[in-house]
């Protein structure tokens, strides 16, 4: 199984339509990309904890350094995520997101 996580953190002008819209399109590749068996999309808490390590340590994040939304794909096989990174649905969406992200970190692990 490989996961593919994403964190981004949006304009601060985006409306609730907006945002409603890019999520059902994430979502959206739930249904098109063949091995792409959950995706998971949730919004920030904002009143727990985040943080980083430096030098061994937990330094707090907070404003600029957190993100708004994590998206996890998780696919059946390094094929299959091979195949999304190469598919319509997701090129879309990373055009999307380039239009309405202030930044954002998209890591693959696989479990």
């Given at each position: 199984?490989?996961?593919?996580?994403?964190?981004?953190?949006?304009?601060?002008?985006?409306?609730?339509?907006?945002?409603?819209?890019?999520?059902?399109?994430?979502?959206?590749?739930?249904?098109?990309?063949?091995?792409?068996?959950?995706?998971?999309?949730?919004?920030?808490?904002?009143?727990?904890?985040?943080?980083?390590?430096?030098?061994?340590?937990?330094?707090?994040?907070?404003?600029?350094?957190?993100?708004?939304?994590?998206?996890?794909?998780?696919?059946?096989?390094?094929?299959?995520?091979?195949?999304?990174?190469?598919?319509?649905?997701?090129e879309l969406m990373r055009k999307r997101l380039a239009e309405v992200i202030v930044s954002a970190v998209a890591c693959n692990y696989e479990v």
């Amino acid at each position: 199984m490989v996961l593919r996580i994403i964190l981004f953190k949006v304009v601060p002008e985006l409306t609730d339509d907006d945002v409603s819209g890019l999520l059902s399109l994430i979502g959206a590749a739930r249904r098109t990309v063949r091995g792409l068996q959950r995706v998971d999309i949730g919004r920030l808490v904002e009143d727990a904890a985040g943080y980083r390590i430096e030098g061994g340590e937990p330094v707090e994040v907070s404003g600029s350094c957190r993100y708004d939304y994590a998206v996890v794909f998780e696919f059946a096989s390094r094929e299959d995520l091979d195949r999304y990174l190469e598919s319509p649905i997701q090129e879309l969406m990373r055009k999307r997101l380039a239009e309405v992200i202030v930044s954002a970190v998209a890591c693959n692990y696989e479990v």
